[in-house]
Protein backbone atom coordinates (compact mmCIF):
# COMPACT_ATOMS: atom_id res chain seq x y z
CA UNK A 1 0.00 0.00 0.00
CA UNK A 2 1.29 3.64 -0.84
CA UNK A 3 2.78 5.21 2.36
CA UNK A 4 0.61 8.09 0.78
CA UNK A 5 -2.78 6.64 2.11
CA UNK A 6 -1.63 5.50 5.24
CA UNK A 7 -0.46 8.95 6.45
CA UNK A 8 -2.29 10.92 8.65
CA UNK A 9 -4.56 14.26 6.88
CA UNK A 10 -2.54 16.40 9.36
CA UNK A 11 0.72 15.25 8.02
CA UNK A 12 -0.49 15.05 4.26
CA UNK A 13 -1.39 19.11 4.34
CA UNK A 14 1.59 19.73 6.16
CA UNK A 15 3.89 17.95 3.08
CA UNK A 16 1.76 20.01 0.62
CA UNK A 17 2.06 23.13 2.20
CA UNK A 18 5.94 22.53 2.51
CA UNK A 19 6.31 20.98 -0.84
CA UNK A 20 7.24 17.71 -0.07
CA UNK A 21 4.91 16.42 -2.15
CA UNK A 22 2.23 17.78 -4.30
CA UNK A 23 -1.51 17.92 -3.93
CA UNK A 24 -1.86 16.15 -7.79
CA UNK A 25 0.29 12.79 -6.01
CA UNK A 26 -1.71 12.89 -2.75
CA UNK A 27 -4.79 12.71 -5.09
CA UNK A 28 -3.55 10.24 -7.46
CA UNK A 29 -2.52 7.71 -4.61
CA UNK A 30 -5.58 8.21 -3.07
CA UNK A 31 -7.39 7.59 -6.39
CA UNK A 32 -5.40 4.68 -6.95
CA UNK A 33 -6.04 3.34 -3.91
CA UNK A 34 -9.89 4.05 -4.82
CA UNK A 35 -9.96 1.76 -7.58
CA UNK A 36 -7.99 -1.22 -5.64
CA UNK A 37 -10.81 -1.08 -2.75
CA UNK A 38 -14.16 -0.48 -4.22
CA UNK A 39 -14.83 -3.81 -5.81
CA UNK A 40 -14.81 -4.92 -2.17
CA UNK A 41 -15.81 -2.09 -0.30
CA UNK A 42 -18.75 0.01 -2.62
CA UNK A 43 -17.88 3.27 0.18
CA UNK A 44 -18.59 5.45 -2.94
CA UNK A 45 -21.62 6.57 -4.83
CA UNK A 46 -19.60 8.71 -7.30
CA UNK A 47 -15.84 9.05 -7.86
CA UNK A 48 -15.19 12.75 -9.13
CA UNK A 49 -12.01 11.50 -10.82
CA UNK A 50 -11.18 14.55 -12.90
CA UNK A 51 -13.04 16.88 -10.76
CA UNK A 52 -10.69 15.57 -8.10
CA UNK A 53 -7.08 16.19 -9.89
CA UNK A 54 -8.13 19.82 -11.31
CA UNK A 55 -9.04 20.68 -7.16
CA UNK A 56 -5.42 19.24 -6.48
CA UNK A 57 -3.81 21.09 -9.44
CA UNK A 58 -5.72 24.24 -8.34
CA UNK A 59 -4.40 23.96 -4.80
CA UNK A 60 -0.10 23.48 -6.39
CA UNK A 61 -0.79 26.34 -8.05
CA UNK A 62 -1.79 28.79 -5.08
CA UNK A 63 1.00 26.99 -3.48
CA UNK A 64 3.51 27.86 -6.80
CA UNK A 65 2.03 31.45 -6.70
CA UNK A 66 3.60 31.81 -3.16
CA UNK A 67 0.38 31.70 -1.58
CA UNK A 68 0.14 30.30 2.37
CA UNK A 69 -2.06 27.26 2.53
CA UNK A 70 -4.37 25.96 5.39
CA UNK A 71 -3.53 23.23 7.17
CA UNK A 72 -5.67 21.07 4.90
CA UNK A 73 -5.09 22.05 1.95
CA UNK A 74 -4.57 19.44 -0.89
CA UNK A 75 -5.81 16.38 1.56
CA UNK A 76 -8.75 14.13 -0.14
CA UNK A 77 -11.97 13.92 1.54
CA UNK A 78 -15.28 11.63 0.83
CA UNK A 79 -18.21 13.43 0.79
CA UNK A 80 -21.57 11.56 2.44
CA UNK A 81 -23.74 12.05 -0.69
CA UNK A 82 -26.82 14.07 0.45
CA UNK A 83 -25.06 17.68 0.56
CA UNK A 84 -25.02 19.57 -2.64
CA UNK A 85 -21.97 19.90 -4.81
CA UNK A 86 -22.41 21.28 -8.11
CA UNK A 87 -19.66 18.99 -9.54
CA UNK A 88 -21.03 15.57 -9.02
CA UNK A 89 -24.98 13.97 -8.96
CA UNK A 90 -26.54 14.02 -5.20
CA UNK A 91 -28.67 11.30 -4.79
CA UNK A 92 -28.78 10.95 -0.97
CA UNK A 93 -28.60 6.67 -2.10
CA UNK A 94 -32.25 6.56 -3.58
CA UNK A 95 -33.89 6.47 -6.82
CA UNK A 96 -35.67 9.19 -6.18
CA UNK A 97 -32.84 11.64 -6.69
CA UNK A 98 -30.94 9.36 -9.48
CA UNK A 99 -28.52 11.51 -11.64
CA UNK A 100 -29.42 14.40 -10.15
CA UNK A 101 -26.70 17.55 -10.33
CA UNK A 102 -27.75 20.30 -7.59
CA UNK A 103 -27.74 23.90 -8.61
CA UNK A 104 -25.92 24.78 -5.97
CA UNK A 105 -22.95 23.89 -3.51
CA UNK A 106 -24.29 23.23 0.91
CA UNK A 107 -22.06 25.26 2.85
CA UNK A 108 -20.17 22.69 4.38
CA UNK A 109 -18.79 21.94 0.26
CA UNK A 110 -18.24 25.40 -0.17
CA UNK A 111 -16.14 25.51 2.77
CA UNK A 112 -13.93 22.51 2.08
CA UNK A 113 -13.09 23.91 -1.66
CA UNK A 114 -12.42 27.14 0.11
CA UNK A 115 -9.98 25.41 2.08
CA UNK A 116 -8.09 23.70 -0.56
CA UNK A 117 -9.32 20.32 0.38
CA UNK A 118 -10.19 17.74 -2.09
CA UNK A 119 -13.37 16.00 -2.79
CA UNK A 120 -12.81 12.91 -4.07
CA UNK A 121 -16.44 11.70 -4.20
CA UNK A 122 -19.57 11.24 -3.14
CA UNK A 123 -20.75 8.10 -0.50
CA UNK A 124 -22.96 5.82 -0.12
CA UNK A 125 -25.38 6.15 2.84
CA UNK A 126 -28.75 4.29 4.00
CA UNK A 127 -31.61 6.29 1.69
CA UNK A 128 -32.41 9.45 2.69
CA UNK A 129 -30.01 8.90 6.27
CA UNK A 130 -32.58 6.12 7.07
CA UNK A 131 -30.62 3.22 8.50
CA UNK A 132 -28.26 1.55 10.71
CA UNK A 133 -26.04 -0.44 8.47
CA UNK A 134 -25.92 1.51 4.61
CA UNK A 135 -28.20 -1.65 3.86
CA UNK A 136 -31.02 0.58 2.75
CA UNK A 137 -28.98 2.38 0.29
CA UNK A 138 -30.43 1.77 -3.66
CA UNK A 139 -27.18 1.32 -5.30
CA UNK A 140 -25.98 -1.58 -2.98
CA UNK A 141 -24.45 -1.91 0.77
CA UNK A 142 -21.30 -0.98 1.38
CA UNK A 143 -18.86 -3.18 3.24
CA UNK A 144 -16.69 -3.00 6.14
CA UNK A 145 -13.11 -3.02 5.71
CA UNK A 146 -12.73 -5.07 8.85
CA UNK A 147 -14.96 -7.92 7.71
CA UNK A 148 -16.32 -7.35 4.42
CA UNK A 149 -19.51 -9.77 5.56
CA UNK A 150 -20.08 -6.90 8.14
CA UNK A 151 -21.72 -3.76 7.69
CA UNK A 152 -20.07 -0.86 8.20
CA UNK A 153 -22.73 1.01 10.40
CA UNK A 154 -25.04 3.28 8.80
CA UNK A 155 -26.55 5.79 7.32
CA UNK A 156 -22.91 7.04 7.31
CA UNK A 157 -21.44 3.34 6.40
CA UNK A 158 -19.59 4.92 3.01
CA UNK A 159 -17.66 7.78 4.91
CA UNK A 160 -16.52 5.68 7.30
CA UNK A 161 -15.85 2.70 4.98
CA UNK A 162 -13.84 5.06 2.84
CA UNK A 163 -11.87 6.16 5.84
CA UNK A 164 -11.11 2.79 7.28
CA UNK A 165 -10.30 1.01 3.43
CA UNK A 166 -7.58 4.27 3.18
CA UNK A 167 -9.47 5.64 0.77
CA UNK A 168 -9.16 8.99 1.68
CA UNK A 169 -8.16 10.36 5.55
CA UNK A 170 -10.84 12.96 5.43
CA UNK A 171 -14.80 12.43 5.83
CA UNK A 172 -17.83 14.53 6.16
CA UNK A 173 -20.95 12.38 7.57
CA UNK A 174 -24.29 13.33 9.07
CA UNK A 175 -26.09 12.43 12.55
CA UNK A 176 -29.90 12.96 12.89
CA UNK A 177 -29.50 9.85 15.08
CA UNK A 178 -26.16 8.37 15.58
CA UNK A 179 -25.21 8.29 11.67
CA UNK A 180 -21.46 9.64 12.44
CA UNK A 181 -20.92 7.94 15.52
CA UNK A 182 -22.22 4.06 14.69
CA UNK A 183 -20.59 3.80 11.39
CA UNK A 184 -17.45 5.50 13.19
CA UNK A 185 -17.83 2.78 15.89
CA UNK A 186 -18.01 -0.61 13.95
CA UNK A 187 -14.66 0.75 11.63
CA UNK A 188 -12.91 1.55 14.35
CA UNK A 189 -12.68 5.34 13.08
CA UNK A 190 -13.26 8.50 14.46
CA UNK A 191 -16.57 10.35 14.60
CA UNK A 192 -18.08 13.65 15.44
CA UNK A 193 -21.13 15.14 15.66
CA UNK A 194 -20.88 18.80 16.47
CA UNK A 195 -23.31 20.65 18.59
CA UNK A 196 -26.71 21.10 16.59
CA UNK A 197 -26.25 24.32 15.08
CA UNK A 198 -22.57 24.47 14.94
CA UNK A 199 -22.34 23.47 11.57
CA UNK A 200 -24.41 24.24 9.11
CA UNK A 201 -27.19 22.49 7.25
CA UNK A 202 -28.00 24.56 4.26
CA UNK A 203 -27.49 22.64 1.49
CA UNK A 204 -27.80 19.56 3.28
CA UNK A 205 -31.00 17.24 2.30
CA UNK A 206 -33.28 17.44 5.05
CA UNK A 207 -34.33 14.12 6.38
CA UNK A 208 -34.99 15.31 10.24
CA UNK A 209 -34.50 18.89 10.85
CA UNK A 210 -34.47 19.33 14.49
CA UNK A 211 -31.86 16.54 14.63
CA UNK A 212 -29.71 16.20 11.66
CA UNK A 213 -26.21 17.72 12.20
CA UNK A 214 -23.19 17.69 10.07
CA UNK A 215 -19.74 16.64 11.11
CA UNK A 216 -16.07 15.38 10.31
CA UNK A 217 -15.18 11.79 10.33
CA UNK A 218 -11.74 10.39 10.42
CA UNK A 219 -8.90 8.37 11.44
CA UNK A 220 -7.29 10.51 13.89
CA UNK A 221 -8.52 12.82 16.82
CA UNK A 222 -6.64 15.93 15.41
CA UNK A 223 -7.53 15.24 11.58
CA UNK A 224 -11.24 15.40 13.26
CA UNK A 225 -10.16 18.54 14.88
CA UNK A 226 -8.79 20.02 11.94
CA UNK A 227 -11.44 19.54 9.56
CA UNK A 228 -14.14 20.11 12.16
CA UNK A 229 -12.96 23.64 12.37
CA UNK A 230 -12.74 24.33 8.54
CA UNK A 231 -16.57 23.12 8.32
CA UNK A 232 -17.73 25.11 11.68
CA UNK A 233 -19.24 28.56 12.41
CA UNK A 234 -22.19 30.42 11.47
CA UNK A 235 -23.92 30.84 8.37
CA UNK A 236 -26.78 33.32 7.75
CA UNK A 237 -28.39 31.16 5.22
CA UNK A 238 -29.41 27.74 8.07
CA UNK A 239 -31.76 30.01 11.03
CA UNK A 240 -30.75 27.29 13.10
CA UNK A 241 -27.03 27.66 12.92
CA UNK A 242 -25.38 29.42 15.88
CA UNK A 243 -23.71 32.67 15.90
CA UNK A 244 -21.06 31.88 18.66
CA UNK A 245 -17.58 31.23 18.14
CA UNK A 246 -16.25 28.06 16.75
CA UNK A 247 -14.60 25.40 20.32
CA UNK A 248 -10.93 25.53 20.31
CA UNK A 249 -11.01 21.85 19.10
CA UNK A 250 -7.84 22.12 17.65
CA UNK A 251 -6.20 23.01 20.39
CA UNK A 252 -7.90 20.88 22.88
CA UNK A 253 -6.60 17.72 20.15
CA UNK A 254 -3.01 18.62 20.67
CA UNK A 255 -2.87 19.18 24.19
CA UNK A 256 -5.43 16.54 25.20
CA UNK A 257 -4.92 16.41 29.12
CA UNK A 258 -8.20 14.52 31.05
CA UNK A 259 -6.30 15.60 34.78
CA UNK A 260 -8.97 16.26 36.82
CA UNK A 261 -11.73 16.27 33.97
CA UNK A 262 -15.01 14.79 35.58
CA UNK A 263 -16.28 11.83 33.45
CA UNK A 264 -20.17 10.34 34.15
CA UNK A 265 -20.88 6.64 33.18
CA UNK A 266 -24.31 6.40 32.16
CA UNK A 267 -25.40 3.57 34.09
CA UNK A 268 -28.25 2.69 31.82
CA UNK A 269 -25.90 2.93 28.80
CA UNK A 270 -24.53 -0.60 29.39
CA UNK A 271 -24.61 -4.38 30.90
CA UNK A 272 -27.45 -6.28 30.09
CA UNK A 273 -27.95 -7.18 26.39
CA UNK A 274 -24.57 -5.70 25.26
CA UNK A 275 -22.23 -7.89 23.50
CA UNK A 276 -19.21 -9.00 26.06
CA UNK A 277 -15.91 -7.31 24.20
CA UNK A 278 -17.71 -4.41 23.99
CA UNK A 279 -18.44 -4.26 27.61
CA UNK A 280 -14.80 -5.21 27.97
CA UNK A 281 -13.25 -2.92 26.21
CA UNK A 282 -15.48 0.03 27.28
CA UNK A 283 -14.81 -0.60 30.90
CA UNK A 284 -11.16 -0.55 30.18
CA UNK A 285 -11.05 3.02 28.58
CA UNK A 286 -12.99 4.14 31.37
CA UNK A 287 -10.19 2.32 33.97
CA UNK A 288 -7.57 4.10 31.52
CA UNK A 289 -9.17 7.47 31.65
CA UNK A 290 -8.97 7.19 35.36
CA UNK A 291 -5.35 6.22 35.57
CA UNK A 292 -4.94 9.34 33.35
CA UNK A 293 -6.16 12.03 35.77
CA UNK A 294 -10.08 11.94 35.17
CA UNK A 295 -12.51 12.31 38.12
CA UNK A 296 -14.95 8.73 37.36
CA UNK A 297 -18.40 8.73 38.85
CA UNK A 298 -21.20 6.86 37.98
CA UNK A 299 -24.83 8.43 37.00
CA UNK A 300 -28.05 7.61 36.34
CA UNK A 301 -30.38 8.57 33.28
CA UNK A 302 -33.44 7.10 33.98
CA UNK A 303 -35.07 8.35 30.83
CA UNK A 304 -32.43 7.77 27.96
CA UNK A 305 -34.35 4.28 28.20
CA UNK A 306 -36.90 5.97 26.13
CA UNK A 307 -34.68 7.72 23.72
CA UNK A 308 -35.34 4.66 21.21
CA UNK A 309 -39.02 5.09 21.06
CA UNK A 310 -39.15 9.01 21.13
CA UNK A 311 -37.03 9.04 18.49
CA UNK A 312 -38.44 6.38 16.13
CA UNK A 313 -41.58 9.21 16.26
CA UNK A 314 -39.95 12.06 15.66
CA UNK A 315 -37.60 11.78 13.27
CA UNK A 316 -40.60 9.85 10.98
CA UNK A 317 -42.94 12.69 11.74
CA UNK A 318 -40.11 15.40 10.38
CA UNK A 319 -38.97 12.90 7.22
CA UNK A 320 -42.56 12.38 6.17
CA UNK A 321 -43.21 16.19 6.52
CA UNK A 322 -39.30 16.98 4.79
CA UNK A 323 -40.07 14.18 1.81
CA UNK A 324 -43.24 15.50 0.61
CA UNK A 325 -40.49 17.26 -1.86
CA UNK A 326 -39.83 14.63 -3.80
CA UNK A 327 -43.67 14.86 -5.47
CA UNK A 328 -42.12 14.38 -9.32
CA UNK A 329 -42.82 17.93 -9.98
CA UNK A 330 -39.89 20.18 -8.81
CA UNK A 331 -36.65 17.77 -9.27
CA UNK A 332 -35.52 14.14 -9.95
CA UNK A 333 -37.82 11.27 -10.52
CA UNK A 334 -41.04 11.25 -12.41
CA UNK A 335 -43.16 8.06 -13.29
CA UNK A 336 -46.06 7.52 -15.86
CA UNK A 337 -46.53 11.30 -16.94
CA UNK A 338 -47.45 10.20 -20.16
CA UNK A 339 -50.05 12.71 -21.07
CA UNK A 340 -52.97 10.48 -19.89
CA UNK A 341 -52.30 10.48 -16.13
CA UNK A 342 -53.65 13.13 -13.34
CA UNK A 343 -50.42 14.96 -11.13
CA UNK A 344 -51.75 13.04 -8.44
CA UNK A 345 -51.11 9.86 -10.09
CA UNK A 346 -47.64 10.85 -11.28
CA UNK A 347 -46.91 11.53 -7.36
CA UNK A 348 -48.11 8.28 -6.51
CA UNK A 349 -46.32 6.21 -9.02
CA UNK A 350 -43.29 7.96 -8.45
CA UNK A 351 -43.17 7.74 -5.07
CA UNK A 352 -44.00 3.64 -5.07
CA UNK A 353 -41.08 3.39 -8.19
CA UNK A 354 -38.65 5.97 -5.86
CA UNK A 355 -38.56 5.25 -2.61
CA UNK A 356 -37.45 2.28 -0.93
CA UNK A 357 -39.16 0.31 2.14
CA UNK A 358 -37.71 1.72 4.92
CA UNK A 359 -38.34 5.74 3.65
CA UNK A 360 -42.22 4.31 2.91
CA UNK A 361 -42.22 2.66 6.36
CA UNK A 362 -41.24 5.87 8.10
CA UNK A 363 -43.51 8.29 5.78
CA UNK A 364 -46.43 6.20 6.73
CA UNK A 365 -45.36 5.91 10.46
CA UNK A 366 -44.83 9.69 10.93
CA UNK A 367 -48.13 10.80 8.88
CA UNK A 368 -49.98 8.61 11.32
CA UNK A 369 -47.95 9.74 14.30
CA UNK A 370 -49.05 13.56 13.07
CA UNK A 371 -52.49 13.32 12.16
CA UNK A 372 -55.03 15.11 13.81
CA UNK A 373 -56.47 12.81 16.73
CA UNK A 374 -53.23 10.98 17.09
CA UNK A 375 -50.65 13.84 17.31
CA UNK A 376 -51.37 14.27 21.19
CA UNK A 377 -50.32 10.60 22.04
CA UNK A 378 -47.93 9.85 19.50
CA UNK A 379 -45.83 12.99 18.60
CA UNK A 380 -46.70 15.43 21.37
CA UNK A 381 -45.77 12.48 23.96
CA UNK A 382 -42.61 11.88 22.06
CA UNK A 383 -41.79 15.59 22.36
CA UNK A 384 -42.21 15.73 26.13
CA UNK A 385 -39.74 12.65 26.59
CA UNK A 386 -37.89 14.59 24.50
CA UNK A 387 -38.01 17.34 27.11
CA UNK A 388 -37.09 14.90 29.69
CA UNK A 389 -33.93 13.65 28.46
CA UNK A 390 -32.73 17.11 28.00
CA UNK A 391 -33.60 17.36 31.83
CA UNK A 392 -31.91 14.15 32.89
CA UNK A 393 -28.68 15.72 30.64
CA UNK A 394 -28.59 18.81 32.38
CA UNK A 395 -28.73 16.96 36.15
CA UNK A 396 -26.00 15.28 35.06
CA UNK A 397 -23.86 18.31 33.83
CA UNK A 398 -24.27 19.54 37.25
CA UNK A 399 -21.58 17.03 38.39
CA UNK A 400 -19.67 16.04 35.30
CA UNK A 401 -17.84 17.84 32.27
CA UNK A 402 -18.50 14.93 29.68
CA UNK A 403 -20.81 11.42 29.85
CA UNK A 404 -19.69 7.97 28.41
CA UNK A 405 -21.28 4.67 27.01
CA UNK A 406 -20.37 2.15 24.51
CA UNK A 407 -21.05 4.15 21.19
CA UNK A 408 -23.19 0.99 19.83
CA UNK A 409 -24.27 -2.37 21.87
CA UNK A 410 -22.99 -4.77 19.88
CA UNK A 411 -19.54 -4.51 17.08
CA UNK A 412 -20.47 -4.70 13.43
CA UNK A 413 -23.23 -7.42 12.56
CA UNK A 414 -23.68 -9.57 9.43
CA UNK A 415 -24.76 -8.15 6.41
CA UNK A 416 -28.33 -9.48 5.87
CA UNK A 417 -28.71 -10.55 9.57
CA UNK A 418 -31.17 -7.32 10.27
CA UNK A 419 -33.07 -6.25 7.23
CA UNK A 420 -36.21 -8.10 8.37
CA UNK A 421 -36.89 -6.71 11.83
CA UNK A 422 -36.59 -3.20 11.89
CA UNK A 423 -36.60 -2.80 15.45
CA UNK A 424 -33.22 -5.07 15.87
CA UNK A 425 -31.60 -2.63 13.00
CA UNK A 426 -33.10 0.84 15.12
CA UNK A 427 -31.22 -0.79 18.26
CA UNK A 428 -27.37 -0.15 16.72
CA UNK A 429 -28.74 3.54 18.17
CA UNK A 430 -29.95 2.76 21.22
CA UNK A 431 -26.70 4.76 22.91
CA UNK A 432 -26.52 7.26 20.41
CA UNK A 433 -30.06 8.86 20.27
CA UNK A 434 -29.96 10.64 23.42
CA UNK A 435 -27.17 12.94 22.41
CA UNK A 436 -28.99 13.67 19.26
CA UNK A 437 -32.11 14.72 20.82
CA UNK A 438 -30.76 16.55 23.48
CA UNK A 439 -28.65 18.24 20.07
CA UNK A 440 -25.43 17.75 22.52
CA UNK A 441 -22.01 17.72 20.77
CA UNK A 442 -21.14 13.79 21.10
CA UNK A 443 -18.17 11.68 19.37
CA UNK A 444 -17.32 8.00 19.13
CA UNK A 445 -13.34 6.83 19.43
CA UNK A 446 -12.00 3.30 19.05
CA UNK A 447 -10.59 1.77 21.97
CA UNK A 448 -9.50 -1.93 20.54
CA UNK A 449 -11.37 -4.72 19.43
CA UNK A 450 -13.43 -7.22 20.97
CA UNK A 451 -12.47 -10.52 21.62
CA UNK A 452 -14.85 -12.68 20.62
CA UNK A 453 -15.09 -11.18 16.98
CA UNK A 454 -11.75 -9.19 16.41
CA UNK A 455 -13.98 -6.12 15.45
CA UNK A 456 -13.80 -2.57 16.62
CA UNK A 457 -15.35 -1.01 19.25
CA UNK A 458 -16.34 2.48 20.13
CA UNK A 459 -16.19 4.67 23.05
CA UNK A 460 -19.28 7.52 22.93
CA UNK A 461 -18.40 10.73 24.58
CA UNK A 462 -21.27 13.23 25.31
CA UNK A 463 -20.46 16.76 26.59
CA UNK A 464 -23.38 19.57 26.63
CA UNK A 465 -23.86 22.11 24.12
CA UNK A 466 -20.95 23.97 22.30
CA UNK A 467 -18.69 22.05 24.49
CA UNK A 468 -17.41 20.44 21.75
CA UNK A 469 -13.90 20.82 22.68
CA UNK A 470 -14.24 18.45 25.60
CA UNK A 471 -14.91 15.77 22.96
CA UNK A 472 -11.65 15.99 21.72
CA UNK A 473 -9.84 16.33 24.48
CA UNK A 474 -10.64 12.89 25.85
CA UNK A 475 -10.62 11.55 22.56
CA UNK A 476 -6.69 12.59 22.46
CA UNK A 477 -5.98 11.41 25.89
CA UNK A 478 -7.30 8.29 24.71
CA UNK A 479 -6.13 7.90 21.30
CA UNK A 480 -2.32 8.80 22.20
CA UNK A 481 -2.16 6.17 25.62
CA UNK A 482 -3.84 3.56 23.20
CA UNK A 483 -1.41 3.82 20.73
CA UNK A 484 1.04 3.53 23.38
CA UNK A 485 -0.62 0.72 24.77
CA UNK A 486 -0.84 -1.04 20.83
CA UNK A 487 2.38 0.49 19.29
CA UNK A 488 0.46 2.48 17.06
CA UNK A 489 -3.30 3.34 16.18
CA UNK A 490 -6.05 0.82 15.88
CA UNK A 491 -6.46 0.60 11.92
CA UNK A 492 -2.85 -0.90 12.33
CA UNK A 493 -4.12 -4.11 13.72
CA UNK A 494 -6.17 -4.09 9.96
CA UNK A 495 -5.70 -7.85 8.92
CA UNK A 496 -4.80 -6.46 5.31
CA UNK A 497 -2.26 -4.21 6.82
CA UNK A 498 -0.14 -7.26 7.81
CA UNK A 499 3.27 -6.76 6.50
CA UNK A 500 2.98 -3.01 5.44
CA UNK A 501 5.57 -1.15 6.67
N1 LIG B 1 -30.16 4.99 12.43
C1 LIG B 1 -30.94 6.16 12.68
C2 LIG B 1 -32.10 6.22 11.73
O1 LIG B 1 -32.24 5.34 10.96
C3 LIG B 1 -30.08 7.39 12.56
C4 LIG B 1 -29.86 7.80 11.15
C5 LIG B 1 -29.01 9.02 11.06
O2 LIG B 1 -28.40 9.46 12.02
N2 LIG B 1 -29.01 9.60 9.88
O3 LIG B 1 -32.89 7.12 11.75
Known amino acids: MNELVISSAASLGAAVAAGQVSAEEVTRAHLDQITEAEPQVNAFLHVATEEALAQARAVDARRAAGEQLGPLA ?19 GSKMLEGWVPPYDATVTRRLVDAGIVIVGKTNLDEFAMGSSTENSAYGS ?6 TDRVPGGSGGGSAAALAAFEAPLAIG ?7 RQPASVTGTVGIKP ?37 AGHD ?17 ARHADVSGMRIGVVRELGGAGYAPGVERRFR ?73 DEVKRRIILGTYALSSGYYDAYYGSAQKVRTLIIEDFNRAWADCDVLVSPTTPTTAFRIGERTDDPVAMYQADLCTLPASLAGNAAAS ?39 EEWGGPLWRQLPELEGVA
Open 74 to 92: GVPLALKDVLTWTKAPTTC
Open 236 to 252: PMDSTSIDQPVPAVVDA
Open 445 to 483: FPVGLAPEDGLPVGLQVMAPPLADDRLYRVGGALEAALA
Open 195 to 231: TYGGVSRYGLVAMASSLDQVGPCARSVLDAALLHEVI
Open 284 to 356: EAVELLTRLGADVVEVSCPTFGHALPAYYLIQPSECSSNLARFDAMRYGLRVGDDGTTSAEEVMARTREAGFG
Open 174 to 180: TDTGGSI
Open 142 to 147: TRNPWD
